[in-house]
């Protein structure tokens, strides 16, 4: 089946980087992607990858592909409190590419 | 105009009540989607339509009926609902691209709490 897993929390400190990790399941995922969710507002595209490449790098952000052990992450560096947000894990799977599959979400909090 | 609306943002209703949630994307897609985010399952996909038709329901209780009269708006339909219905009901659109990506563009959600 289909199942994307994250872990629910991350805190970090300002300036620091952030590490957001993602296992899905389905080996045939054609895009991965990433949402952030802002308080009060709906989720928004941050970045993919296609499922061929093993890193995209995004002005702060660096996303790593291992389709081996069928694992994503998403580092965000010099981390702001304006970072402060839920990142969902997404994937397209072959099977169904009108539909994403979304990950329950990793809650960044930045403290001081 | 913002891409994808939703109306209204908040909603307080009784369970006996019949209400309706309003999505509208000005972004010229023509596959829209209704989510249900809760702190229970952060977000479940309930209903997919593509151009106008559903193409699917992920076993959703038939107290929600969605309707779709063209392909820039998108309703949700409420009745009867249940306490454990309560949370952020979330409308997005795509575009299909002949690459496969797919990037879902969300609204800012409806904020419903049953009584």
């Known amino acids: 089946g289909e199942d994307v897993e994250q872990s629910l929390f991350l805190s970090v400190r300002e300036g620091d980087s952030s590490v957001i990790n993602c296992t899905y399941t389905?080996?045939?995922?054609?895009?991965l992607y990433w949402y952030k969710q802002e308080p009060g507002a709906g989720l928004q595209l941050l970045t993919y990858i296609f499922s061929n490449m093993d890193m995209k790098q995004d002005q702060r952000l660096t996303v790593l592909l291992n389709k081996k052990d069928k694992h994503l992450s998403l580092r965000i560096a010099d981390t702001q409190t304006g970072d402060s947000a839920i990142y969902f894990c997404?994937?397209?799977?072959?099977?169904?590419?009108?539909?994403?599959?979304f990950g329950s979400g990793t809650r960044l909090s930045i403290r001081p | 105009e913002t891409g994808v609306t939703q109306t209204p943002r908040h909603l307080v209703m009784g369970m006996t009540n019949k209400k309706s949630l309003k999505c509208e994307q000005h972004?010229?897609?023509?596959?829209m989607y209704w989510y249900k985010q809760s702190a229970k399952k952060p977000l479940e996909l309930m209903f997919v339509?593509?151009?106008?038709?559903?193409?699917e329901n992920n076993s959703v209780p038939s107290r929600f009926s969605p309707e779709c009269p063209n392909s820039s708006h998108l309703f949700l339909h409420l009745h009867t609902l249940q306490p454990e219905d309560s949370a952020l009901y979330l409308c997005?659109?795509?575009?299909?691209?002949?690459?496969?990506?797919?990037?879902?563009?969300f609204g800012p959600g409806t904020r419903l709490t049953v009584l």
């Open positions: 339509y593509n151009f106008k038709e559903q193409t």
């Open positions: 972004l010229g897609h023509n596959a």
């Open positions: 389905d080996s045939s995922s054609t895009y």
């Open positions: 997404a994937e397209t799977p072959y099977s169904s590419a009108s539909k994403i599959i």
């Open positions: 997005a659109s795509s575009q299909e691209e002949t690459s496969g990506r797919h990037e879902q563009f």
